[in-house]
């Protein structure tokens, strides 16, 4: 797998992987350690998207995104309730000091239940769904007007974030000036807000919703890294703006919690914490 | 006065690389020659009013200072979470253009009747509120603006008036006595200048920037009157009569202060703003009635 990465790291001059350094195992641990100590919510985003953070931060210049460089990539955080995992990969990957993950969601701290730009390295602050895009093609729009049309704009979403309609407004612009700078990650965890996403709004198949609006998309296991960024690879080497559908387990590698809809509100004790950790350490043992 | 905001961003994009047009698609006949002359700079988003906050945010992350260009109502109503969130939690120094006030688009229905949308972003910490009230102002904005250097509404009323000429952000007309003040902006303040035209006595004050309002200047100009009456095309509980209100809880003044506004939508057809400044007590005549005449 390393080598495999490896390839892709020398495919392109911007193309600086190293999600090799970053284990899924860490960043969850730190995940799950954040939200326990502080009994906060949103347990299942958090735990379905951390391959989605490695890929995407695996895929760009984080020197710069560090010392803040105008022509950075940028990564939006649309579905915001992500927080505790952005700020753990944040942290693995040398942008934010790791002593602030103990300050999460408690009082004082910057660290936000939601992304909060006064985090460095924190692009955007969101929390209410449908805005994240919206900024994320401005900025893919500004880089190509800056004259850095090939660097990377990042936008990750949530399955049910799609019901927002201000999302389709991104999409037809995006497609219209052919941002292809510009990929969106969906964290299709099957679960909206309160209850199973196909309950909601069945929007199945994503692709064809797209698609329909012109971008290319990919559908990939969210949980594996190196199948995603063979994906955003595949964009980048695309002549157009794309989509990449990772299909994950809301609450990954948390037994109890596994796409259960009440873990997007209740907070962890401290028996189910040392099972989750438990477990975890059973699966890092098998890996 | 839209124009003369128009053709100077226009002219100043010429010298400065950060500006940024956006439209969501309005402003035939006028924003065309932004695309045109500077088409990477320049950007018809659809009619898609979030998306265009959002980009101006992504925009504005890349350091360009966007102007955002739509009717007023859509502009803010639409889009009040994204105006919020995006623009001024973050400071960014976006500029949003909303063409049409009060009852410019008298005919057209409640829906583009503008008179509840400034006072709703005034709740909104970090952004200044302009309503010009002459060309001379509306010209003399951009540079306002610049300088200020973060979030700001430009509420831009159809037409063209010359007076008064004065760029300052208050201005005062003074009478021939100290008794009643007659206090406007926008559309409205041409009212009052006939008022004042045709009963001397009256004093008249005119705001150009609505939020924040200077502290000093309002006690120099309010403080001589003992009868202050806002005259606004604009609901009076969130607008400048509100804002005088709250002054006034801070620093008393020796008058009192009424209202003479819209208090509600309306459903009925006028093909003129004036019907409705008849219909709602801020026509000539029912001020003047109001001043004791």
Same mark, same amino acid.
């Given at each position: 797998?390393?080598?495999?990465?490896?390839?892709?790291?020398?495919?392109?001059?911007?193309?600086?992987?190293?999600?090799?350094?970053?284990?899924?195992?860490?960043?969850?641990?730190?995940?799950?350690?954040?939200?326990?100590?502080?009994?906060?919510?949103?347990?299942? #985003?958090?735990?379905?998207?951390? +391959?989605?953070?490695?890929?995407?931060?695996?895929?760009?210049?984080?020197?710069?995104? !560090?010392?803040?460089?105008?022509?950075?990539?940028?990564?939006?955080?649309?579905?915001?309730?992500?927080?505790? $995992?952005?700020?753990?990969?944040?942290?693995?990957?040398?942008?934010?000091?790791? #002593?602030?993950?103990?300050?999460?969601?408690?009082?004082?701290?910057?660290?936000?239940?939601?992304?909060?730009?006064?985090?460095?390295?924190? +692009?955007? #602050?969101?929390?209410?769904?449908?805005?994240?895009?919206?900024?994320?093609?401005?900025?893919?729009?500004?880089?190509?007007?800056?004259?850095?049309?090939?660097?990377?704009?990042?936008?990750?979403?949530?399955?049910?974030?799609?019901?927002?309609?201000?999302?389709?407004?991104?999409?037809?612009?995006?497609?219209?000036?052919?941002?292809?700078?510009?990929?969106?990650?969906?964290?299709?965890? $099957?679960?909206?807000?309160?209850?199973?996403?196909?309950?909601?709004?069945?929007?199945?198949?994503?692709?064809?919703?797209?698609?329909?609006?012109?971008?290319?998309?990919?559908?990939?296991?969210?949980?594996?890294?190196?199948?995603?960024?063979?994906?955003?690879?595949?964009?980048?080497?695309?002549?157009?703006?794309?989509?990449?559908?990772?299909?994950?387990?809301?609450?990954?590698?948390?037994?109890?919690?596994?796409?259960?809809?009440?873990?997007?509100?209740?907070?962890?004790?401290?028996?189910?914490?040392?099972?989750?950790?438990?477990?975890?350490?059973?699966? +890092?043992?098998?890996? | 006065?839209?124009?003369?905001?128009?053709?100077?961003?226009?002219?100043?994009?010429?010298?400065?690389?950060?500006?940024?047009?956006?439209?969501?698609?309005?402003?035939?006949?006028?924003?065309?020659?932004?695309?045109?002359?500077?088409?990477? !700079?320049?950007?018809?988003?659809?009619?898609?009013?979030?998306?265009?906050?959002?980009?101006?945010?992504?925009?504005?992350?890349?350091?360009?200072?966007?102007?955002?260009?739509?009717?007023?109502?859509?502009?803010?109503? !639409?889009?009040?979470?994204?105006?919020?969130?995006?623009?001024?939690?973050?400071?960014?120094?976006?500029?949003?253009?909303?063409?049409?006030?009060?009852?410019?688009?008298?005919?057209?229905?409640?829906?583009?009747?503008?008179?509840?949308?400034?006072?709703?972003?005034?709740?909104?910490?970090?952004?200044?509120?302009?309503?010009?009230? #002459?060309?001379?102002?509306?010209?003399?904005?951009?540079?306002?603006?610049?300088?200020?250097?973060?979030?700001?509404?430009?509420?831009?009323?159809?037409?063209?008036?010359?007076?008064?000429?004065?760029?300052?952000?208050?201005?005062?007309?003074?009478?021939?006595?100290?008794?009643?003040?007659?206090?406007?902006?926008?559309?409205?303040?041409?009212?009052?200048?006939?008022?004042?035209?045709?009963?001397?006595?009256?004093?008249?004050?005119?705001?150009?920037?609505?939020?924040?309002?200077?502290?000093?200047?309002?006690?120099?100009?309010?403080?001589?009157?003992?009868?202050?009456?806002?005259?606004?095309?604009?609901?009076?509980?969130?607008?400048?009569?509100?804002?005088?209100?709250?002054?006034?809880?801070?620093?008393?003044?020796?008058?009192?202060?009424?209202? $003479?506004?819209?208090?509600?939508?309306?459903?009925?057809?006028?093909?003129?703003?004036?019907?409705?400044?008849?219909?709602?007590?801020?026509?000539?005549?029912?001020?003047?009635?109001?001043?004791?005449?």
């Amino acid at each position: 797998m390393i080598q495999q990465m490896e390839s892709l790291k020398t495919e392109s001059a911007d193309f600086v992987a190293m999600p090799h350094k970053i284990d899924p195992f860490v960043v969850r641990r730190s995940v799950l350690k954040m939200l326990h100590r502080a009994k906060a919510s949103h347990l299942g #985003s958090n735990m379905s998207v951390i +391959e989605m953070l490695i890929a995407m931060y695996g895929c760009v210049d984080c020197d710069k995104i !560090r010392e803040l460089a105008p022509d950075r990539s940028r990564i939006l955080i649309s579905k915001g309730h992500c927080a505790a $995992a952005t700020y753990a990969t944040l942290a693995h990957f040398g942008i934010l000091p790791r #002593s602030l993950l103990d300050t999460y969601h408690l009082d004082g701290s910057l660290l936000t239940g939601h992304v909060n730009h006064s985090v460095h390295g924190v +692009e955007h #602050s969101t929390g209410g769904l449908g805005h994240g895009i919206n900024v994320a093609v401005g900025c893919a729009l500004g880089l190509r007007s800056r004259g850095y049309p090939e660097r990377l704009v990042f936008a990750m979403l949530g399955d049910g974030e799609l019901q927002e309609g201000s999302i389709w407004e991104a999409m037809m612009f995006v497609s219209h000036m052919n941002l292809c700078n510009l990929i969106t990650l969906v964290d299709n965890n $099957a679960i909206s807000s309160i209850t199973y996403t196909e309950k909601v709004i069945d929007m199945r198949p994503l692709t064809a919703r797209f698609e329909g609006f012109g971008l290319s998309s990919h559908v990939v296991d969210g949980h594996d890294v190196n199948a995603i960024m063979q994906a955003i690879n595949s964009i980048k080497q695309g002549d157009k703006p794309g989509v990449i559908i990772c299909n994950t387990v809301k609450g990954r590698d948390v037994p109890f919690a596994e796409s259960q809809p009440i873990w997007h509100y209740k907070s962890i004790t401290d028996e189910e914490y040392s099972e989750a950790i438990s477990h975890l350490d059973r699966l +890092e043992g098998m890996a | 006065m839209r124009g003369q905001i128009i053709d100077a961003i226009f002219a100043r994009m010429q010298t400065d690389p950060d500006i940024f047009f956006l439209t969501a698609d309005m402003g035939i006949n006028l924003v065309e020659k932004f695309g045109e002359t500077y088409p990477e !700079r320049y950007a018809n988003v659809g009619i898609a009013e979030q998306n265009l906050i959002g980009i101006s945010s992504g925009l504005a992350n890349l350091g360009f200072r966007p102007f955002a260009y739509t009717i007023s109502n859509f502009l803010i109503h !639409r889009c009040f979470e994204q105006i919020r969130n995006d623009i001024c939690m973050h400071n960014y120094p976006i500029t949003l253009l909303g063409t049409s006030t009060g009852f410019d688009n008298a005919p057209l229905g409640p829906t583009h009747h503008i008179v509840d949308e400034w006072g709703a972003l005034k709740s909104i910490p970090g952004i200044d509120i302009y309503c010009p009230s #002459s060309v001379a102002y509306a010209a003399s904005l951009l540079d306002k603006i610049e300088q200020a250097g973060r979030p700001a509404y430009v509420r831009i009323p159809k037409g063209g008036h010359t007076e008064p000429s004065s760029v300052e952000d208050m201005v005062k007309i003074a009478g021939e006595n100290a008794d009643m003040l007659l206090v406007s902006y926008g559309n409205p303040a041409q009212v009052c200048l006939e008022a004042q035209r045709r009963d001397p006595r009256l004093s008249v004050l005119i705001i150009n920037r609505l939020h924040p309002l200077d502290d000093g200047s309002l006690i120099e100009a309010l403080t001589p009157h003992r009868q202050i009456l806002v005259v606004e095309d604009h609901f009076p509980l969130t607008g400048l009569y509100g804002s005088l209100c709250e002054f006034a809880a801070r620093h008393p003044l020796n008058g009192r202060i009424k209202s $003479a506004a819209p208090k509600n939508y309306a459903f009925d057809v006028g093909t003129t703003p004036e019907y409705f400044y008849k219909k709602f007590g801020i026509d000539v005549h029912s001020i003047l009635k109001l001043a004791g005449n």
